[in-house]
T-cell receptor
Framework: QKEVEQDPGPLSVPEGAIVSLNCTYS??????FMWYRQYSRKGPELLMY????GNKEDGRFTAQVDKSSKYISLFIRDSQPSDSATYLC??????????FGQGTELSVKP | DAMVIQNPRYQVTQFGKPVTLSCSQT?????MYWYQQKSSQAPKLLFH???????NEADTPDNFQSRRPNTSFCFLDIRSPGLGDAAMYLC??????????????FGPGTRLTVL
């Protein structure tokens, strides 16, 4: 079982839609949860991170962690074509190694 | 702007011909990482340096080596590239212990093609 699992998509939505991206993780010791965005042919860039359970909001983006179900979510409100990218969830394991999910490819159509 | 720079952005090599990828950073971070990312897959950590201390992942092939001559630069050497080594290679940096310490800053990547 992979430590972080993510549906690779692709996911295609119309402009303005609410997008929900999800991951599950297997290790209950994970504490820090990150979302990276990766545009085509570019390196990942950190979008948001949360510590332990709860929600964190930044503009149109909301990150949510449910530690009881080991579930990580990223919501994008009023999605824009510029949001088209691959979104990678990640968490640090106990050895300090950043474990990535496979990434979900998102396409927002005008 | 402080950043992570990778050169070249695209590298074509022949099967078995050694190749070196380079990474430099202006962030003055003490940790530097090399990841391999194949199409539609998660980045896979190959190794990292904590200052001058080299840390190799257990499943990183011996074909992959790294050098860090100073804080700013790190190199990835692939001694005998095989077709399976074609991938995007990502360099990243971090500075554990500071605020926002768990962010890794990534370079744009080098896309390696093996013919």
């Amino acid at each position: 079982q992979k430590e972080v699992e993510q549906d690779p998509g692709p996911l295609s939505v119309p402009e303005g839609a609410i997008v929900s991206l999800n991951c599950t993780y297997s290790n209950s010791a994970f504490q820090y949860f990150m979302w990276y965005r990766q545009y085509s042919r570019k390196g990942p860039e950190l979008l948001m991170y949360t510590y332990s359970s709860g929600n964190k909001e930044d503009g149109r983006f909301t990150a949510q962690v449910d530690k009881s179900s080991k579930y990580i979510s990223l919501f994008i409100r009023d999605s824009q074509p510029s949001d088209s990218a691959t979104y990678l969830c990640a968490s640090y394991n106990q050895g300090g190694k950043l474990i990535f999910g496979q990434g979900t490819e998102l396409s927002v159509k005008p | 702007d402080a950043m992570v720079i990778q050169n070249p952005r695209y590298q074509v090599t022949q099967f078995g011909k050694p190749v070196t990828l380079s990474c430099s950073q202006t962030l003055n971070h003490n940790v530097m990482y090399w990841y391999q990312q194949k199409s539609s897959q998660a980045p896979k950590l190959l190794f990292h340096y904590y200052d001058k201390d080299f840390n190799n992942e257990a499943d990183t092939p011996d074909n992959f080596q790294s050098r860090r001559p100073n804080t700013s630069f790190c190199f990835l050497d692939i001694r005998s590239p095989g077709l399976g080594d074609a991938a995007m290679y990502l360099c990243a940096t971090s500075s554990p212990g500071l605020a926002g310490a768990y962010e890794q800053f990534f370079g744009p990547g080098t896309r390696l093609t093996v013919l």
